[in-house]
């Protein structure tokens, strides 16, 4: 038996003049919670659609466990849950859930699965009536139901909310914590920090990054020092030494720095600065130098 759930090889995939994959390698081993990131048209649900088998590479190769797509698909061990489509507005959530489940050669009890998935308290209403998040929550649990060892999930949790998003990833932790392989395509970055083993980064249909959240914020150097400075002068702050570019969120300023004790001693000089917080780089500074500054590369 392979150690490998996913293996993808030199996957290229053009659109006319658009290479929207270019030469994508990966390899996801079993039990991996693998994060997919990037900017809009970074490749990742074209990657996503390959790797379903939805889309044929124009060159290079996929394996599921060793498999083609297909073959794994059909013996249910790959579930996916897509951003849109495949539900019925006329059926119930739960005859939604159960209408997958047969087309399933051993499927979980559909019970069990609209209660893992948050559907049991709009199980009896029709699709068509529930909003986006719930619709989700329906997509979710019919992922389920074939009882994968692998979850495919792109952008899994658009149209919830706040409550519901918390909701859908505690449940997810309870799924991975019996050992499925998950790999997500997630525009919350604080989703892939919080949840991943591991983080994909794609820029222009290529692998820019890969490791753990803590690998890909060390990957770029620097601190930001977060401040109250009245009177505020950006463009003053920016010409610092030591600072790199410089934002406001509500009544802070945050400077992002490539030596912020040059920059801490010139803001504390020429400045009325308080409640200073000088913090390591995230995610998110990490996402936006990688792939935001690394494109004018």
């Avoid at 060159?59 to 849950?81: N, Q, S």
């Avoid at 029709?126 to 998040?133: A, D, K, P, T």
């Avoid at 604080?190 to 820019?208: F, N």
Wanted: glycine share 10%; net charge negative; proline share 4%.
């Amino acid at each position: 038996m392979t150690n490998e759930a996913v293996q993808l090889t030199g996957l290229t995939k053009r659109f006319g003049p658009v290479t929207a994959v270019d030469g994508l390698d990966l390899t996801i081993r079993r039990g991996e919670v693998v994060a997919l990131l990037g900017p809009n048209g970074a490749g990742k649900s074209t990657t996503i659609d390959m790797l379903l088998g939805l889309a044929r590479p124009d060159t290079g190769d996929v394996r599921l466990y060793g498999e083609a797509p297909a073959k794994a698909i059909a013996r249910g061990a790959v579930g996916a849950l897509m951003q849109s489509g495949g539900l019925l507005p006329d059926l119930t959530a739960e005859e939604t859930v159960r209408l997958a489940a047969g087309l399933q050669r051993d499927p979980r009890p559909v019970a069990e699965v609209v209660e893992r998935a948050g559907v049991a308290e709009f199980a009896k209403q029709r699709v068509g009536g529930l909003s986006g998040g719930q619709q989700q929550r329906i997509r979710f649990a019919m992922a389920l139901v074939s009882n994968p060892e692998l979850l495919v999930l792109d952008e899994p949790t658009t149209g919830m909310d706040v409550e519901t998003r918390r909701a859908f990833w505690t449940s997810m932790r309870e799924e991975t914590a019996q050992g499925r392989t998950v790999l997500f395509a997630t525009h919350y970055l604080e989703e892939a920090d919080d949840y991943a083993d591991r983080i994909v980064l794609l820029r222009a249909g290529r692998v820019i990054a890969d490791g753990t959240s803590a690998q890909i914020k060390a990957a770029v150097s620097g601190r930001t020092i977060r401040a109250t400075i009245p009177g505020a002068d950006l463009a003053g702050l920016a010409g610092l030494p030591g600072v790199e570019r410089v934002e406001t969120r509500g009544d802070s300023v945050l400077l992002h720095c490539d030596d912020s004790d040059a920059a801490l001693r010139a803001l504390l000089n020429a400045t009325a600065a308080h409640d200073i917080e000088v913090t390591s780089r995230n995610l998110e500074d990490a996402f936006i130098a990688l792939t935001v500054a690394g494109s004018h590369a």
